[in-house]
């Protein structure tokens, strides 16, 4: 090798390299425990789709739930077919979880019950063959965030207004074809990737959504910060 092919790092690249890895730790330590339960819950229940041999796979049926496994209620979100399927759901998801104004953990995490839990229960009123299709995913508790989204938007500056008042009609009316339709828009696209749809999830979960917001406006005193105020998901300190 000849020295002028020899590059010697420098103070300022090894200092920057710290730097970067710095910035990393930071965000890191800044995501807050219920995003990382999130996380650590689509890790757990997905491990099929790494090839890991599971002994069921934690889909909803309520033929299961009737023989003693309960806990399908509460597994089945966290469940997904395909690497699209995840990627797919979990993105919206997490997206719309990011950006909800309520700063306390315990009231986020209380926001996902009545979005999961009416999507399930649609699921089990309007569904014939559910006990044959199964239940999984987070599409439906997505369309509850982007529905809670929307009327937070109207709370906020009268420049969120129109954008919240078109949010909440978007995926109102999107569900309500849906369901009157009998099947998911755009179904073609995913190309059996995100298993069966079930288009009764998402209207469900837009119910669902309206009830987070009812929820959430109970309590006046309440934390619900404007946007800017501080950054979703992260944890700011206190200022002496």
């Known amino acids: 090798m000849t020295a002028g092919r020899i590059s010697a790092v420098t103070p300022d690249a090894t200092a920057g390299k710290a730097n970067y890895g710095m910035r990393i730790l930071c965000k890191l330590k800044a995501v807050t425990c219920d995003v990382w339960i999130l996380l650590l819950l689509i890790a757990v229940f997905n491990l099929h789709l790494l090839g890991v041999p599971v002994k069921s796979i934690q889909v909803f049926y309520p033929s299961a739930v009737a023989a003693g496994e309960w806990w399908r209620l509460v597994t089945h979100p966290f469940v997904h077919v395909s690497w699209y399927h995840l ?8 997206l719309l979880y ?75 009316l999107k569900s309500i074809v849906e369901f009157i339709d009998g099947q998911v828009l755009f179904d073609f696209m995913h190309m059996g ?40 998901g992260q944890v700011h300190p206190r200022v002496p």
Not at 101 to 128: D, H, M, N, T, W
């Open 98 to 172: 990011a950006g909800l104004r309520e700063s306390r953990i315990y009231q986020r995490l209380l926001a996902l019950v009545p979005c999961a839990g009416l999507s399930l229960l649609a699921a089990v009123c309007f569904v014939k063959d559910i006990d044959s299709v199964g239940l999984c995913g987070l599409s439906g508790t997505a369309h509850g965030l982007m529905a809670l989204t929307g009327l937070e938007m109207m709370q906020m500056k009268k420049s969120h207004l129109v954008p919240g008042i078109l949010s909440f009609l978007a995926v109102t």
């Open 87 to 94: 990627m797919l759901d979990a993105g919206a998801f997490f």
């Open 193 to 232: 990737q995100c298993g069966t749809p079930l288009a009764a999830c998402h209207l469900g979960g837009v119910v669902g959504g309206i009830c987070a917001f009812i929820l959430l406006n109970l309590n006046p005193g309440a934390d619900r910060s404007e946007p800017g105020d501080s950054i979703p």
